[in-house]
């Protein structure tokens, strides 16, 4: 019987956003604690039994690399936290902020098999750490870390930000071992300086164009590359 990863889409949100009062957020007060955003991704860890989720593979929009690479840590102890993001708190960087997961090497395994299955390389990443894309909405959904976690990183160029998706939804998983898969980014429309350098209209313009661009990839079922 062919059956598909049970794949999420999530936007993460500002930063650490979802771990600071309203208070003292700034331009991201609506993403905090208690907020809609927040409590969502809260009810994820409640709504899918755990007997569901042997490992979660997620793949974040902040790792590119020149061919796609998957964390290949031994699982002895949890791979380290690189904090990508600047200008926040003391409290939301280590010590403080953590979330210590392992990893499981039989299913980076499986998904390196995969690609490779589709004639896509995969390479094994024995050092990297999870990104904020990774640990902030896993720590929201599942603050214990109670699973193990694979990060697949994107490509560079081309077609790369579309082949997790086919991989997440096209293979099969014929040893009967559930995985749930992630696909992790701010928002859907993301920039690497302030948005108060763009008027609000243009704002609107972009985000509503990647809207229209980004829903019909969700929603339908990839072809086969």
Known sequence: MVTRLPTLFLSHGGGPAFFMDPRSAGPFAQMGKGSPACQFFASLGRMIPDEQIRAILIVS???????????YHDGSQPP????????????????????PARTDLKVADRVIELLGTAGIPC???????????????????????????????LKTGGDGDVVPTYLINTHTQPCNTPCHAFLSHATPI??????????????????????????PCLLCVPRVY
């Open 80 to 99: 380290p936290l690189t904090y990508d993001y600047y200008g926040f708190p003391t409290e939301m960087y280590a010590p403080h902020m953590v979330y």
């Open 61 to 71: 929009a902040h790792w590119e690399e020149t061919e796609f690479t998957v964390t």
């Open 190 to 215: 993301s920039t690497s300086y302030p948005t108060s350098a763009i008027d609000t209209s243009t704002q609107a313009w972009m985000s509503h164009l990647m809207y229209v661009w980004v829903r």
């Open 123 to 153: 390479r094994k990443d024995r050092k990297r750490g999870f990104d904020h894309g990774v640990f902030i909405p896993l720590k929201a959904s599942f603050e214990d870390a109670r699973f193990p976690v694979i990060q697949l990183s």
